[in-house]
């Protein structure tokens, strides 16, 4: 199965006003799940993986508005130094494991070995091929710490992109994020495709499962990773017996204002 071609990305959400009250309404719960997570001495990771441009230093950014900062970290992977690339290409990515009770969020991620250092020939068609048995191995070792780890991808379609790139290049206050490299990729957006559908395939597991977010919507997006999170960590809480917070009323507060 594609699960990239399969995915709708026609899905949005229409008017500023829904979009706020949900976004609203999910980073208050992400925020008492927090609270809860220190108390119970519980871990998580997020991995974003994803094309370039589809909003994943964005929707991190929401995801995090209004966490507690002292109990949550975000993790920006480029491109390894030279120091690093004399260990084991996971060495780096241990070193930035969460402590218990607190939150890391990846934007990028080890997934790396298995898309760009595999579409750039970075690293031989040996390694990465081993790198979806030494991820999985190293996911199972977490999870079976009682980490919780969800991962996910947000997609656009190749014409969205090519209209996000567009507006870089032509916006000042844009125009950083923006580079010759990002063009180069998407030339390769077949292959790296190809990648994508293989890591999936390899490395989608019930312990630390893969999420499509269709991403066309940037509000659509941002709801639908932050709810995602929500619901994971409940999930997990009510598994391990732990009762969940009480959340705070959005429509009470909503009517007093009025």
């Known amino acids: 199965m594609d699960r990239l071609s399969d995915t709708d990305l026609t899905k949005t959400i229409k008017t ?17 799940l927090q609270h809860l997570l220190f108390e119970e001495n519980i871990a998580v990771i997020f991995v974003f993986e994803g094309w370039d441009a589809a909003g994943k230093g964005g929707t991190i950014r929401r995801a995090v508005a209004n966490l507690d900062p002292r109990g949550v970290r975000v993790t920006s992977i480029a491109a390894p130094a030279p120091h690093e690339k004399r260990y084991h290409y996971m060495q780096r990515f241990w070193r930035k494991i969460p402590q218990f009770g607190q939150v890391a969020i990846f934007d990028r991620s080890w997934y790396g070995r298995v898309l760009v250092e595999r579409v750039e020939g970075f690293a031989e068609k040996k390694e990465w091929k081993r790198a979806y048995r030494e991820i999985n191995s190293f996911e199972k070792l977490l999870t079976d710490d009682h980490y919780i780890i969800e ?16 507006e870089r290049e032509s916006n000042p206050m844009k125009h950083w994020k923006i580079t010759d490299e990002d063009w180069r990729n998407r030339a390769k957006w077949d292959k790296y495709l190809t990648a994508a559908e293989e890591m999936f395939e390899k490395t989608d ?8 977010i269709p991403a066309n919507s940037k509000w659509y997006a941002r709801v639908a990773v932050i709810r995602q999170m929500v619901q994971a960590i409940e999930n997990d809480l009510k598994k391990r017996g732990v009762t969940l917070p009480t959340y705070p009323d959005l429509r009470s507060k909503d009517k007093a204002e009025k």
């Open 16 to 32: 500023r006003n829904e979009y706020e009250k949900k976004l609203k309404k999910y980073q208050l719960r992400l925020l008492s």
């Open 151 to 166: 991962k996910f991808w947000l997609h656009i379609s190749k014409e969205e992109q090519y209209k996000r790139f567009k």
């Open 205 to 212: 597991q019930p312990y630390a499962p893969w999420h499509i």
